[in-house]
């Protein structure tokens, strides 16, 4: 059974695609970008501040569905330039436990939606 999940605390989709689907206890978080939901502005004023808006709409689309970024399983990262490798994976690495940390892909892409320079998708499982 497939439940759509969609909150008003991530930006919209723009898309034909949704927020995230919980399959069974598996939930599937689509890319996110560093779009203020509020707003609807993009938050680029530095890559840190871009890879928390990403960070934070994840949080936001996994509350939806009564998780935490424990709950995380696996993410996927995608950057624009792999010379902010260092500075997107210090701001990631603070929404993790060391120990519990999800498993990643991180790979460098020509162009994001929006020419943004990080978008992360995520899996995580509801106990």
């Keep these: 059974m497939k439940k759509i999940l969609n909150t008003t605390k991530a930006p919209s989709p723009v898309g034909p695609y949704n927020q995230s689907i919980l399959a069974g206890n598996t939930l599937y978080l689509s890319g996110q970008i560093a779009?203020?939901?509020a707003t609807g502005e993009l938050v680029q004023s530095s890559i840190e501040e871009e890879t928390h808006q990403v960070m934070k709409n994840l949080g936001a689309v996994l509350d939806n569905a009564g998780l935490t970024f424990e709950d995380v399983?696996?993410?996927t990262v995608f950057v624009k330039n792999m010379q902010n490798y260092g500075r997107i994976n210090t701001v990631y690495a603070?929404?993790?436990n060391d120990?519990?940390?999800?498993v990643?892909?991180?790979v460098e892409v020509s162009a994001l939606p929006k020419y943004v320079n990080v978008e992360i998708s995520a899996i995580a499982l509801k106990s």
């Excluded at 120990?99 to 999800?102: E, G, L, N, Q, W």
């Design 35 to 37: 779009l203020d939901p």
């Design 73 to 75: 399983v696996k993410c």
């Design 94 to 96: 603070s929404y993790f």
């Design 99 to 102: 120990d519990t940390a999800p």
């Design 104 to 106: 990643r892909a991180l």
